[in-house]
C-alpha cells in the first residue's frame, strides 16, 4: 500500500480500475461513459486505463452510458460509470431501469447544481431527486472516503441478498478537484476483497425476455422483493465493514456518524463535507460548556431511521443542514429526519444552495440561533454566496 495525493475523480477512477481487474476470472468489466463537469477528470483518466478483460465505452450521451452499463451488467460484467447535475436527469430512464432491474451498477456522482441557470458548483439535488430510483446512496466526507467507498460498494452491491445498484457521491470541486493524501490499495488487496461478480440474473446463451410486461401481482411481489433487499442491506454493510478492515486495515464509517454525540443536548445533522466544517465549531462550543454535537448521515438510502432514533433521542434542539431545496417543501435531509426525533425543537437550514461558500462563523451562527429558539419553525434558506 501507498499513498498518493490525488483528488476524489482520480481516487473513484483507481478504485474503479482495481475492481474491475479483480473480475478478471468472471464476466470482466464495462464503464459507459460520457463527460460533464466536474466528473469528467474521473472517465478520462479510467479510459487510459489497460483492463485485461473488459472496456471502457465512449457514447454520446448519459443516457447512453447508462444503457451500456445496464447491457453489460446483464451479461454478468462488473460496471461502472459517472455523472452529474443535468447529466444525471438525462440517465433518469435508465437509472430507474437498472434499479428495477436489480443490477449491481455502481455510478460515481458528482452532486453538482442543476439547472438552468448553468452552475458548475456543489448541490445535493441532483442525486437527492434519485432517491426512490432503487439505488443504494451514500455520500463521502473526503477523498479516502470515496476510495473506500467504491470498493465497499461492490462488495455490497454483487452479494446474492442485495443486487442492488448504488451511487457513491462527492460534493463538486470540494471533494472533485481537491488534492489530498489518500492510501492507495494494492490489487492484491483488492482481489482478496471482491470475490468474482455472480449475477443470479444473468442473460445467458438461451434466449430470454428481459423488462417484460407485468401484471399488478408481478409489480406487488417485485417491489416487495426489491424492499426486502433494501431491508438486508444494514447486515451486509456490517459484514462488509469487517472484511474492508480486516483487509485494507481501516473501517469504512458506518452508515450514521455521530460525532461528540454521547451527552449532546444541542447537534447538527448533515451529510457529505459539510461534516468537516461543523466539527471544529463542535469543538470550539464544547469548550464554552454547551454540549454540543455533529449527526453525519452517510447513507441516504435505504435511511438508517432506527440508528438516527437512537443517536438523537436526547438530543433537545436539531438543526439540520441541507445543501439542497425540494421545492414546495423544504430541504430533503430534513424532511427524511425530522420524524426521527419529534420530541425536539428542529430547525431546517438550507445553506450553501448552488454552492456558497459554508464557512464556521455560518455554523456558529445556526448554533446560536438554536440555542435562543423556543419551537420548531418553517425551513429557512440561509444566504452566503
Same mark, same amino acid.
Given at each position: 500500500?501507498?499513498?498518493?495525493?490525488?483528488?476524489?475523480?482520480?481516487?473513484?477512477?483507481?478504485?474503479?480500475? %482495481?475492481?474491475?481487474?479483480?473480475?478478471?476470472?468472471?464476466? &470482466?468489466? #464495462?464503464?459507459?461513459?460520457?463527460?460533464? @463537469?466536474?466528473?469528467?477528470?474521473?472517465?478520462?483518466? +479510467?479510459?487510459?486505463?489497460?483492463?485485461?478483460?473488459?472496456?471502457?465505452?465512449?457514447?454520446?450521451?448519459?443516457?447512453? #452510458?447508462?444503457?451500456?452499463?445496464?447491457?453489460? #451488467?446483464?451479461?454478468?460484467?462488473? @460496471?461502472?460509470?459517472?455523472?452529474?447535475?443535468?447529466?444525471?436527469?438525462?440517465?433518469?430512464?435508465?437509472?430507474?431501469?437498472?434499479?428495477?432491474?436489480?443490477?449491481?451498477?455502481?455510478?460515481?456522482?458528482?452532486?453538482?447544481?442543476?439547472?438552468?441557470?448553468?452552475?458548475?458548483?456543489?448541490?445535493?439535488?441532483?442525486?437527492?431527486?434519485?432517491?426512490?430510483?432503487? =439505488?443504494?446512496?451514500?455520500?463521502?466526507?473526503?477523498?479516502?472516503?470515496? %476510495?473506500?467507498?467504491? +470498493?465497499?460498494?461492490?462488495?455490497? %452491491?454483487?452479494?446474492?441478498?442485495?443486487?442492488?445498484?448504488?451511487?457513491?457521491?462527492?460534493?463538486?470541486?470540494?471533494?472533485?478537484?481537491?488534492?489530498?493524501?489518500?492510501?492507495?490499495?494494492?490489487?492484491?488487496?483488492?482481489?482478496?476483497?471482491?470475490?468474482?461478480?455472480?449475477?443470479?440474473?444473468?442473460?445467458?446463451?438461451?434466449?430470454?425476455?428481459?423488462?417484460?410486461?407485468?401484471?399488478?401481482?408481478?409489480?406487488?411481489?417485485?417491489?416487495?422483493?426489491?424492499?426486502?433487499?433494501?431491508?438486508?442491506?444494514?447486515?451486509?454493510?456490517?459484514?462488509?465493514?469487517?472484511?474492508?478492515?480486516?483487509?485494507?486495515?481501516?473501517?469504512?464509517?458506518?452508515?450514521?456518524?455521530?460525532?461528540?454525540?454521547?451527552?449532546?443536548?444541542?447537534?447538527?445533522?448533515?451529510?457529505?463535507?459539510?461534516?468537516?466544517?461543523?466539527?471544529?465549531?463542535?469543538?470550539?462550543?464544547?469548550?464554552?460548556?454547551?454540549?454540543?454535537?455533529?449527526?453525519?448521515?452517510?447513507?441516504?438510502?435505504?435511511?438508517?431511521?432506527?440508528?438516527?432514533?437512537?443517536?438523537?433521542?436526547?438530543?433537545?434542539?436539531?438543526?439540520?443542514?441541507?445543501?439542497?431545496?425540494?421545492?414546495?417543501?423544504?430541504?430533503?435531509? =430534513?424532511?427524511?429526519?425530522?420524524?426521527?426525533?419529534?420530541? #425536539?425543537?428542529?430547525?431546517?437550514?438550507?445553506?450553501?444552495?448552488?454552492?456558497?461558500?459554508?464557512?464556521? &462563523?455560518?455554523?456558529?451562527?445556526?448554533?446560536?440561533?438554536?440555542?435562543?429558539?423556543?419551537?420548531?419553525?418553517?425551513?429557512?434558506?440561509?444566504?452566503?454566496?
Amino acid at each position: 500500500m501507498s499513498r498518493q495525493l490525488i483528488s476524489a475523480n482520480h481516487a473513484a477512477a483507481e478504485a474503479a480500475t %482495481m475492481a474491475a481487474r479483480a473480475n478478471k476470472n468472471a464476466r &470482466g468489466f #464495462a464503464s459507459g461513459i460520457y463527460p460533464i @463537469t466536474p466528473q469528467t477528470e474521473c472517465i478520462e483518466y +479510467l479510459a487510459k486505463q489497460e483492463i485485461e478483460k473488459g472496456a471502457v465505452v465512449r457514447v454520446e450521451s448519459e443516457h447512453s #452510458a447508462m444503457g451500456v452499463c445496464i447491457g453489460a #451488467a446483464l451479461s454478468g460484467a462488473r @460496471t461502472f460509470t459517472a455523472s452529474a447535475s443535468n447529466g444525471l436527469s438525462y440517465m433518469v430512464e435508465n437509472i430507474a431501469t437498472a434499479g428495477f432491474y436489480r443490477l449491481p451498477i455502481l455510478m460515481y456522482a458528482v452532486n453538482r447544481t442543476l439547472g438552468p441557470p448553468w452552475n458548475i458548483w456543489v448541490d445535493h439535488g441532483d442525486t437527492f431527486q434519485l432517491r426512490d430510483a432503487g =439505488w443504494m446512496h451514500v455520500y463521502c466526507e473526503d477523498n479516502q472516503e470515496v %476510495m473506500d467507498s467504491i +470498493l465497499f460498494a461492490y462488495r455490497v %452491491m454483487e452479494d446474492a441478498r442485495i443486487m442492488l445498484p448504488m451511487m457513491v457521491c462527492a460534493d463538486a470541486f470540494v471533494l472533485s478537484h481537491t488534492m489530498m493524501m489518500t492510501d492507495m490499495p494494492t490489487q492484491e488487496q483488492v482481489d482478496a476483497y471482491l470475490p468474482d461478480l455472480n449475477l443470479p440474473h444473468a442473460v445467458a446463451s438461451e434466449p430470454v425476455t428481459v423488462g417484460g410486461l407485468d401484471f399488478p401481482r408481478e409489480t406487488e411481489v417485485h417491489r416487495r422483493q426489491h424492499q426486502e433487499a433494501f431491508d438486508r442491506v444494514p447486515e451486509v454493510y456490517a459484514e462488509a465493514q469487517a472484511e474492508f478492515e480486516k483487509v485494507f486495515g481501516r473501517k469504512i464509517p458506518d452508515r450514521v456518524v455521530p460525532y461528540q454525540m454521547d451527552d449532546a443536548e444541542i447537534a447538527i445533522v448533515c451529510i457529505g463535507t459539510f461534516a468537516s466544517t461543523v466539527k471544529p465549531v463542535v469543538d470550539k462550543l464544547r469548550k464554552q460548556g454547551i454540549k454540543a454535537g455533529l449527526v453525519r448521515l452517510r447513507m441516504l438510502r435505504p435511511f438508517p431511521e432506527q440508528e438516527m432514533v437512537e443517536i438523537l433521542s436526547g438530543v433537545e434542539r436539531i438543526g439540520v443542514m441541507d445543501r439542497d431545496i425540494s421545492l414546495g417543501m423544504g430541504g430533503v435531509l =430534513w424532511s427524511e429526519t425530522r420524524g426521527c426525533a419529534p420530541h #425536539a425543537i428542529m430547525q431546517n437550514y438550507m445553506i450553501g444552495l448552488g454552492g456558497g461558500d459554508v464557512r464556521a &462563523g455560518h455554523i456558529e451562527t445556526i448554533f446560536t440561533e438554536l440555542l435562543e429558539q423556543k419551537e420548531s419553525g418553517k425551513p429557512r434558506i440561509v444566504e452566503v454566496g
